[in-house]
């Protein structure tokens, strides 16, 4: 979908300076109390993992097998979930609010390198190094794009919008959005490698091999810690550890797909071919980045445990802005689309939630929904190309 037809190009560009001049007031306002936010963040982080692998290990004390009074089912099973969703917990924290952002540099100018996004390594498969590329790279510059940002093309495995060609292989849509939830992380480690692009005979496998023994190290590091050494510690109880520690990682997963789906895929958002993005500016960018989120509503809790990914809009308008300001920015930011007659998407994570899952369902059958898109895709001709357009945004 094209930027609203009623924009004229002055009006693109004086949304864009408010939007700026919104970015530059906050960035110039950081100080103290974010650095409080984030230290105090990463204490929580700590007393979390420490408490939830606690948990587990003093549940195994409770197995009915050690024969004294309190050994039972009925209490080994509660002591483990609770260590099981404290763990889950300290890892959403991780990989959300702490990780991600870390990573998108909102941190960088506290000059601390515990928290430096060049030196930041999360508790997740995928290298730190190479999700930067494909997330901060790629998505956020072309976030939307059909064909340059995998992200909205359902990481390479969904079909996500009428603009992308149906193949048999999308009847399977719900079973592998299941999946990818499931086994997010791993979803996240091979998207950058474009295994498809290889086995399609596009690229060869030797270009891609320096990046895979990356990831295959990162692979065996995190395996190493949750399925291993944290096991091992349980001595003959080792299964109960690494299956505690799965389940904690699954949690994760499936916490984390649910808030980066919700933001990116609801009924609402826009989509935008290659030709509507070329020579853009940053104004033009800044008003394809509103069209192509979602926020979603909740306290501040919920925020903070989604990595303030619930204020999707400002963390695609402002991805350096430490993540705590982006619930001060949100009314100015809903203010300016009032006045400019742009949409500020929004809504509860049940809305959210499942008109993504009314996509996923839809997608998985060829043609266009009147409910989901606003026109039928306009394809145009297949042609041999010679070069790609690269133009930044």
């Known amino acids: 979908m094209p930027i609203p037809s009623h924009l004229t190009p002055a009006d693109i560009d004086a949304f864009g300076a408010q939007v700026e001049a919104i970015r530059n007031e906050v960035m110039a306002d950081r100080g103290e109390r974010d650095a409080r936010y984030i230290r105090r963040l990463l204490t929580i982080h700590r007393c979390l993992e420490i408490c939830g692998r606690l948990g587990i290990y003093a549940s195994l004390a409770l197995l009915p097998q050690w024969g004294h009074a309190l050994a039972s089912w009925a209490l080994f099973w509660p002591v483990m979930v609770l260590g099981v969703l404290t763990l889950g917990a300290a890892k959403i924290l991780e990989n959300m609010e702490i990780g991600h952002n870390v990573l998108h540099a909102q941190w960088d100018w506290l000059r601390d390198p515990e928290i430096h996004s060049g030196r930041w390594e999360w508790d997740h498969v995928c290298p730190s190094d190479q999700w930067k590329h494909a997330h901060n790279v790629k998505h956020h510059t072309w976030t939307n794009v059909l064909g340059k940002d995998a992200d909205v093309a359902g990481y390479g495995l969904l079909r996500m919008f009428s603009g992308q060609r149906w193949k048999p292989f999308n009847l399977g849509n719900p079973l592998w959005a299941l999946l990818l939830a499931i086994f997010f992380e791993w979803g996240i480690a091979i998207q950058e490698l474009e295994l498809g692009r290889v086995i399609k005979g596009r690229i060869k496998w030797s270009v891609l091999r320096p990046m895979w023994l ?73 008003v394809r980045q509103l069209l192509g989120s979602c926020n979603i509503s909740g306290g501040k809790l919920f925020h903070i445990m989604s990595g303030n990914l619930s204020h999707q809009i400002e963390h695609h308008l402002f991805p350096d802005m430490p993540s705590n300001r982006y619930g001060e920015v949100a009314p100015r930011v809903r203010a300016l689309c009032e006045q400019y007659r742009l949409p500020y998407h929004t809504g509860s994570l049940t809305r959210q939630f499942g008109t993504t899952v009314l996509r996923i369902l839809r997608m998985s059958f060829p043609g266009y929904s009147p409910y989901l898109d606003s026109a039928p895709p306009v394809r145009a001709p297949r042609v041999r190309a010679t070069t790609e357009s690269t133009t930044p945004a």
Do not use: S
């Open 214 to 286: 990356r990831t295959r190290a990162k692979i065996w590091r995190q395996m190493r810690k949750d399925y291993l050494l944290f096991p091992l510690l349980a001595g003959p109880f080792f299964f109960y550890v690494a299956g505690a520690n799965a389940v904690a990682n699954i949690v994760r997963n499936l916490w984390t797909y649910l808030i980066i789906f919700c933001g990116h895929f609801p009924m609402d958002v826009h989509v935008f071919t290659k030709a509507e993005v070329e020579n853009e500016t940053r104004a033009h960018w800044y």
